[in-house]
């Protein structure tokens, strides 16, 4: 059974830093972790887009983040990260993993989705 599960959401004042982080994992079967990306749901707010990174670390960023997010994976751990700075109010949102994922070796990838952090930006 194929599970991501964020760590790394908190309270965080503006200009701070937070790095989010998304493990996936498996069952019986190895993995194998294509495309992964990060997403955001802000209150009252259509899911959007923030980042994403190929299997070869290949990124890219939404406008809004740009300059302030990193993402990073480390392919052994089937791990990827978003490395936040420069943190605004407007970045307050739950954060989503998603990653495209074979759950065996002769399956077809498909999405699968964490449960969400959140980041709350504030003084």
């Known amino acids: 059974q194929v599970r991501l599960v964020e760590s790394g959401g908190g309270l965080v004042q503006p200009g701070g830093s937070l790095r989010l982080s998304c493990a996936a994992s498996g069952g019986v079967y190895t993995i194998r972790v294509n495309d992964m990306a990060w997403y955001r749901q802000a209150p009252r707010k259509q899911r959007e887009l923030v980042a994403t990174i190929t299997s070869l670390g290949s990124t890219n960023y939404a406008d809004s983040v740009k300059g302030r997010f990193t993402a990073s994976r480390d392919n052994v751990k089937n791990t990827v990260y978003l490395q936040m700075s420069g943190l605004k109010p407007e970045d307050t949102a739950v954060y989503y993993c998603?990653?495209?994922?074979?759950?065996?070796?002769?399956?077809?990838?498909?999405?699968?989705w964490g449960q969400g952090t959140q980041v709350t930006v504030s003084s």
């Open positions: 998603n990653a495209n994922i074979s759950p065996s070796p002769l399956s077809t990838p498909r999405a699968f």
